[in-house]
């Protein structure tokens, strides 16, 4: 357990908060390292169903701790190849996880934590929060997903003006541009997102895992290879336990009750 991570377990989901608010909850290796475990622990915990991940205070992330380790040293430079493989591991890892990932970015997130933010599967973001590619401010290129992210959701031409310029962009743009699902007031941004989480973790979360499986690979594929994709996801989506409630709720004009994890 690190303090630089508080880890909540609800009723079906678990709420990761990054938790170093007076550096606005920059990543550094401890951080990182905790955030990977909370992940497999969600993962494996059979009856967590989501996820959802904060920041503590005023911040959500400013992204790689910009301490000591990153100056150069007697011996040369950082190596931060290997220090972005951490921060990708975290990339990979929310992509991946077979459950809904839900992002209350609660204030900045800069650098690798707006890629963070933006690996998530669905991004609510406080009116106040930003999003800005600080990298450039210090000499770097975005990470962590961060072109990759930028330029399948805004387009090249808003892509390389955020990377170059590294200007901030609120979250009502954010959301005009389509970078994230939606903006709330701040007021309303917890609750509105522990409520969404709280109906992910009851959803079919096999189904959901697959979309992530599938929209993985969308962005990549033509659509040929896509529809084979999603024939052979269906057809197991449609051999699961959560199908058959699906239905028969349906014909019974009832909700379904989901069991999620089989
Ligand atoms: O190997 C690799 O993979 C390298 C990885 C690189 C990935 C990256 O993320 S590179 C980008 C790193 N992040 C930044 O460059 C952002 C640096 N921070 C800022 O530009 C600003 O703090 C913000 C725009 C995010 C917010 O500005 P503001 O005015 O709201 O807050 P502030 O006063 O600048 O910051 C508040 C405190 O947080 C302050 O500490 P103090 O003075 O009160 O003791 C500040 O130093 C600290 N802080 C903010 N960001 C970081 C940080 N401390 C350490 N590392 C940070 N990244």
């Known amino acids: 357990m690190s303090e630089t991570l508080s880890v909540e377990r609800r009723d079906g989901w678990h709420k990761l908060t990054l938790n170093r608010p007076d550096k606005l909850n920059a990543a550094n290796e401890e951080m990182l390292r905790a955030l990977l475990a909370a992940l497999d622990a969600a993962e494996t915990d059979r009856v967590c169903r989501a996820v959802l991940l904060t920041g503590a ?3 959500f992330c400013a992204g790689q701790e910009l301490g000591p380790a990153m100056m150069p040293g007697p011996d040369g430079p950082p190596d931060l190849g290997a220090a972005a493989d951490l921060h990708h591991a975290v990339v990979r890892k929310l992509r991946s996880v077979p459950l809904p990932v839900v992002c209350a970015v609660n204030g900045v997130a800069a650098g690798a ?24 401010k210090i000499g770097l290129v975005p990470d962590s997903g ?11 031409a ?9 200007e901030a962009i609120d979250a009502t743009r954010a959301e005009a541009w389509g970078l994230i ?10 609750p509105e997102a522990e409520s969404l989480t709280a109906t992910l973790a009851k959803a079919p979360t096999e189904a959901l895992a697959r979309m992530k ?3 993985a690979v969308a962005g990549s594929n033509g659509l040929d290879a896509q529809l084979d994709l999603e024939r052979d996801a269906q057809a197991a989506a449609g051999r699961s336990a959560d199908y058959a409630e699906g239905v ?3 014909r019974e004009k009832r909700s379904p009750v989901f069991q999620g994890r089989e």
């Open 113 to 136: 934590g707006a890629s963070h933010a933006l690996a998530c599967d669905i991004v609510l973001a406080a009116r106040s929060a930003k999003f800005t590619m600080a990298f450039v």
């Open 181 to 190: 699902w939606k903006v709330v007031d701040d007021d309303a941004l917890m």
């Open 158 to 166: 808003r892509a390389r003006a955020m990377a170059m310029l590294g």
């Open 57 to 59: 205070g005023r911040g």
């Open 248 to 250: 028969r709720a349906f």
């Open 213 to 215: 499986r599938l929209f």
């Open 146 to 156: 961060a072109s990759h992210f930028l330029t399948q959701r805004i387009g090249e």
